[in-house]
């Protein structure tokens, strides 16, 4: 369950940071209150999964990192950034650490 939450505190938290840039600096209201509801709706369930005993560090990182990691593809492919190659190697360090968390916190 704990990890569930966590894949929906991540989706929530990547929809409202993809609605950060669509809502033009605050200054397009829709996109401003899918902001403000992401946001709030990630750290509720973030709150939720630190609270059934999921490690607040592995938690974070897989949060943090898979949000950022999710964004450079989203920016890239959606909103026309561009992703270079260095960009995609830091995208894959990202997930080899992500990776590196979860095995050492196996028992």
């Given at each position: 369950?704990?990890?569930?939450?966590?894949?929906?505190?991540i989706?929530?938290?990547?929809?409202?940071t993809?609605?950060?840039?669509?809502?033009?600096?605050?200054?397009?209201?829709?996109?401003?209150?899918?902001?403000?509801?992401?946001?709030?709706?990630?750290?509720i369930?973030?709150?939720?999964?630190?609270?059934?005993?999921?490690?607040?560090?592995?938690?974070?990182?897989i949060?943090?990192?898979?949000?950022?990691?999710?964004i450079?593809?989203?920016?890239?492919?959606?909103?026309g950034?561009?992703?270079?190659?260095?960009?995609?190697?830091?995208?894959?360090?990202?997930?080899?650490?992500v990776?590196?968390?979860?095995?050492?916190?196996?028992?």
């Amino acid at each position: 369950m704990p990890w569930l939450l966590l894949a929906l505190a991540i989706a929530s938290e990547v929809l409202a940071t993809s609605a950060l840039k669509l809502s033009n600096g605050f200054t397009h209201l829709g996109w401003s209150a899918v902001v403000a509801a992401g946001y709030i709706t990630s750290f509720i369930l973030l709150a939720r999964v630190l609270k059934l005993h999921l490690d607040v560090g592995t938690a974070y990182a897989i949060w943090a990192g898979a949000g950022t990691a999710a964004i450079a593809l989203i920016g890239a492919l959606f909103l026309g950034e561009t992703l270079t190659p260095l960009k995609i190697g830091g995208i894959l360090l990202i997930i080899i650490g992500v990776v590196i968390l979860n095995l050492a916190g196996a028992h």
